[in-house]
């Protein structure tokens, strides 16, 4: 049987987010693994317009940093037993690519991520970081649909 002793759960503070979390309390629950619940901070990009003078990136990403501990404290203390180790991590880059490095650095077992697709051009283009996850991941990735997830009949 495979060892799990560390589950990488990744959070975007979405409602979809929010589906992964009872599988993930489930599997360290049933392998006495620990935690590790991530949220990625994508970089700002600047505009080019030079009427932007006032835009202070900095200030901008010092309040995402700032939401994103307030956030996962918040989930933590919320919607974890007591009994579940989860540590919070935050990183700040693409979201798979940090997603991917986080998992084989911090030596991870295997991610759970919620999925939910996107529509339109955006997809086509650049396809869902879920996607990129799955197709990239050193340790398997358990992907989880909305609970209420109904296929509608042709």
């Keep these: 049987m495979v060892e799990i002793k560390k589950i990488l759960l990744t959070t975007d503070f979405s409602e979809y987010a929010d589906y992964a979390i009872a599988y993930a309390i489930e599997f ?3 392998f006495k693994a620990k935690l590790g619940l991530l949220h990625v901070i994508e970089p700002i990009i600047a505009p080019t317009d030079f009427t932007w003078e ?3 990136i900095a200030q901008l990403e010092k309040q995402s940093m700032d939401y994103a501990k307030q956030s996962l404290d918040k989930i933590i203390h919320e919607k974890f037993p007591k009994n579940i180790h989860v540590d919070p991590l935050i990183r700040y880059g693409r ?8 998992a084989k650095e911090d030596n991870y077992d295997m991610i759970i991520m919620s999925t939910h697709g996107l529509t339109g051009i955006s997809h086509i283009l650049f396809g869902s970081t879920t996607e990129k996850v799955v197709r990239k991941s050193p340790v398997p990735v358990l992907t989880v649909q909305n609970l209420n997830h109904a296929f509608k009949k042709l």
Excluded: G
Excluded at 95 to 102: A, R, T, Y
């Design 54 to 56: 006032n835009f202070d």
């Design 28 to 30: 360290a629950d049933k």
């Design 95 to 102: 979201s798979f690519e940090e997603i991917i490095n986080c």
